[in-house]
């Protein structure tokens, strides 16, 4: 069983006088629980490609299945209710709501997003605030904790819903070497301990070590894919 | 529903000032409309009060014709006894009436054997005059506030003018529907204040000494005034009673009497529909202040968030819960607007009253403004400012429930 197939995706973006081929005739699949990183300079098709899986965007041309849904097929709101349900995410930025406190900003997506009763929110956000070692953090706000500690916040954000898939574009970005290990690192037992796919991307060549399906892109196009056991062509 | 206030009020609270300045704004301007109301409202009702409850009544019942003539006091357009007598079996059926009376006014000549003067005058049942109109009573500066038979109650003015007193015997002299002359002697009994308003420097006989100098064998009727139990249900009393007398008719089959409320009856009634005016625009302003400052603070607060609105998109919040959490937010920010100023309102019309506001109205000097805040007009201030603030935020929210999370999310 496969979590998500790709094929020939494409992807133009029509700027003002030239057409961009962000993505040219991509093809993947990616099994459930597996912890994949897309990698590549600066350009190279990264955030378009997570932006597709994560059914933010469409793409010009090419199959996308997740989670046996086409999901290039969906509406405005059917794509929002799919994110969801089976879509973690974890930003850049971190993208903490400012006026909520750690917990609440865990709390936020099995209010708002998904109808979660309050004793089983409870139970939840208590086993992922000790997955990510915050337990004491909860009523902080998040400018009172560090980058390192946000990621982690956002990591339990995007697990709170059980998601089958966590899509994060350069998680590490914004952190320094030492904590962007961590939080990779984190981001694995997370895997370990949920059986969560984890999807992320980085132009970091040492970070890109932690995956265990990796695969290259060079100006839209998948050069190769390489497994903890090997590259394939 | 709890989560979605909590993160507008939370939001509300990120940006103290802006919120502040623009809840005072709102605030500024509930407090100012509800002063306006407060004081114009009350001005108003005293007015009216002063204007209906010293002479004209709440409404009257003439023969056709006789409100268009009434600068002559025509005799010629009385009511009959007989006439009159249906009108009495009508009013005191009606339980709208509080009291009526009805009078016969005719002009004359008034003299202290001296000097001679024009005067109005108006026969009345005194048991049934001074229940219609209360403030008759405490218009009397001197004298007794009874009227018996062979006296008179005359206008200050005339007194002064002709220097007459209260015991003093005076002749009033009238020409009868017929055209021949008649007089009467009356002792002052009273002397009256005048009042504001058309029948404000009247004078006062009993009706049957009225209709003796006029040589009537029966009392005619030129008017019936009356009192509502509830003023405010005047035009539908007006109504009922044009109802219920349209059946008098004349020998052509024409309706003979007319009904007029006393808005008909009184020129101050276009001083009160002017207040009404300025009320209503002062309202439109309070709307204007409250869509401009919502809607400016409400499109900033969308723009400044644009890169969290695409967060929560992206995780999958549905574009009405994004919509809901701003109109929510605007409603927040009416409402603390609209209470604190309903509180500031509310204080300031006590002060107001405290302090104690005194003016002149024509002749009634020294009135003292009672301001009243009627819980009808703060709610509907109120509630204007609430939907006025929903509705400025429409147009923000629905913009921002419209981002598309990755344009959203690249925004810096
Ligand atoms: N909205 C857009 N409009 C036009 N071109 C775009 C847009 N988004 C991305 N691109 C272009 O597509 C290519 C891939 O971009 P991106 O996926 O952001 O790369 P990466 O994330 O690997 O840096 C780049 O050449 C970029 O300039
Ligand atoms: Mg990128």
């Known amino acids: 069983m496969v979590l998500i197939k790709a094929q020939k995706i494409t992807k133009d973006y029509q700027t003002e006088d030239v057409v961009v081929h962000a993505l040219q005739d991509v093809d993947f699949e990616i099994e459930p629980a597996s912890f994949v990183s897309f990698v590549g300079p600066s350009g190279s098709g990264k955030t378009t490609i997570l932006n597709l899986i994560g059914c933010l965007d469409k793409p010009s041309a090419g199959n996308l299945r997740i989670a046996d849904t086409d999901v290039i097929g969906l509406e405005r709101k059917e794509s929002a209710a799919f994110r969801g349900k089976h879509l973690g995410f974890i930003f850049q930025d971190f993208n903490l709501i400012p006026v909520l406190t750690v917990y609440e900003n865990i709390e936020y997506p099995l209010i708002m997003v998904q109808n979660i009763a309050p004793q089983e929110r409870k139970e939840r956000i208590s086993r992922l605030l000790a997955a990510v070692d915050m337990t004491d953090q909860g009523q902080k706000y998040p400018h009172q904790i560090s980058g390192g500690q946000k990621q982690r916040v956002a990591i339990a954000r995007a697990l709170v819903t059980n998601p089958a898939l966590v899509l994060a574009d350069e998680p590490t970005a914004n952190l320094d070497s030492q904590t962007a290990y961590a939080v990779i690192g984190l981001m694995k037992k997370m895997r370990d301990d949920f059986g969560t796919t984890f999807i992320f991307s980085t132009h970091d060549t040492k970070i890109v070590g932690e995956a265990e399906v990796i695969f290259r892109l060079e100006d839209g196009r998948l050069t190769a894919k390489e497994t903890k056991e090997g590259t394939k062509p | ?412």
């Open chain 2, 1 to 412: 529903m709890r989560n979605l206030f909590k993160i507008a009020v939370r939001n509300l609270i990120r940006y103290k000032r802006r919120t502040l300045l623009t809840a005072s704004l709102i605030t500024i301007g509930v407090v100012f409309v509800l002063v306006f109301v407060s004081i114009t409202g009350s001005f108003k009702a005293m007015i009216i009060g002063q204007v209906t409850d010293s002479m004209l009544g709440h409404l009257q019942i003439h023969r056709k014709g006789y409100v268009a003539a009434i600068d002559n006091l025509p005799l010629n357009l009385n009511m009959k006894t007989n006439a009159y007598a249906k009108i009495a079996t009508v009013l005191s059926a009606t339980p709208a009436v509080e009291a009526f009376s009805p009078r016969l006014k005719f002009g004359g000549m008034f003299s202290n054997f001296v000097e001679t003067t024009n005067i109005r005058l108006n026969g009345v049942y005194p048991d049934q005059e001074f229940p219609t109109v209360p403030l008759l009573a405490s218009r009397i500066a001197e004298g007794k506030k009874t009227l018996g038979r062979g006296e008179i109650m005359i206008p200050t003015l005339l007194a002064k003018g002709l220097k007459v007193k209260l015991g003093d015997t005076v002749v009033i002299v009238a020409t009868n529907v017929d055209g021949s002359v008649n007089g009467k002697q009356f002792i002052v009994s009273g002397i009256l204040e005048s009042a504001t308003g058309p029948g404000g420097r009247d004078g006062y006989i009993h009706i049957e000494d009225a209709a003796e100098v006029l040589r009537m064998p029966e009392a005619e009727v030129s008017e019936v005034a009356v009192r509502l139990k509830d003023f405010s249900r005047l035009s539908a009393a007006v109504k009922q009673l044009e109802g219920k007398v349209a059946g008098e008719v004349n020998k052509e089959g024409r309706p003979m009497l007319e009904v007029h409320s006393w808005e008909q009856l009184s020129p101050f009634f276009n001083i009160a529909r002017m207040i009404d005016v300025m009320t209503f625009f002062i309202k439109i302003m309070l709307i204007a202040i409250v869509l401009i400052s919502i809607m400016n603070v409400m499109i900033m607060a969308v723009y400044e968030r644009i890169r969290e609105i695409g967060t929560i998109a992206a995780i999958g919040t549905l574009p009405g819960k994004i919509r809901s959490m701003f109109i929510i937010e605007g409603f927040c920010l009416g409402v603390v607007g609209a209470i604190i100023g309903d509180l500031i309102g509310i204080a300031v019309v006590i002060i107001i009253n405290l302090i104690g506001i005194r003016f002149d109205f024509g002749q009634q000097q020294g009135l003292l403004l009672k301001a009243t805040l009627q819980p009808l007009d703060v709610l509907t201030v109120s509630i204007i400012v609430i939907v006025v603030a929903v509705a400025a935020s429409l147009q923000p929210a629905v913009k921002a429930s419209k981002m598309e999370p990755i344009e959203a999310l690249r925004h810096v």
